[in-house]
């Protein structure tokens, strides 16, 4: 797989960018890949050095829509952390 298809895209909120000052980084990624997959694309498409990989699954929320009360489930998400090596940043983490 290559970089894009592992990594969907970055997470855009308050937490992640507090994360990213202490050299943690948080991205959306591929519902089936795995930390190394996740390690291998960071390194390589950014070239630093990561040291830790945690990964989250976020369910999908139940939710009705329309009159007729249906219901429909939205996709789960994949969460990945990326813990870089001290002193080295992503300079375009948000881009």
């Known amino acids: 797989m290559a970089r894009e298809d592992i990594l969907v895209k970055p997470v855009i909120s308050e937490k992640s960018f507090a994360g990213a000052e202490s050299g943690k980084y948080f991205f959306w990624v591929d519902s089936k890949v795995?930390?190394?997959?996740?390690?291998?694309?960071?390194?390589?498409?950014?070239?630093?050095?990561v040291t830790d990989v945690n990964i989250l699954v976020q369910k999908g929320k139940v939710k009705t829509f329309g009159r007729k009360r249906k219901e429909g489930k939205r996709s789960d998400k994949k969460k990945a952390i990326v813990t870089l090596k001290k002193g080295q940043e992503i300079k375009d983490f948000a881009k």
Request: proline content about 0%; charged content about 45%; aromatic content about 6%.
């Open 34 to 49: 795995n930390k190394l997959q996740v390690k291998e694309a960071v390194e390589k498409g950014f070239k630093v050095e």
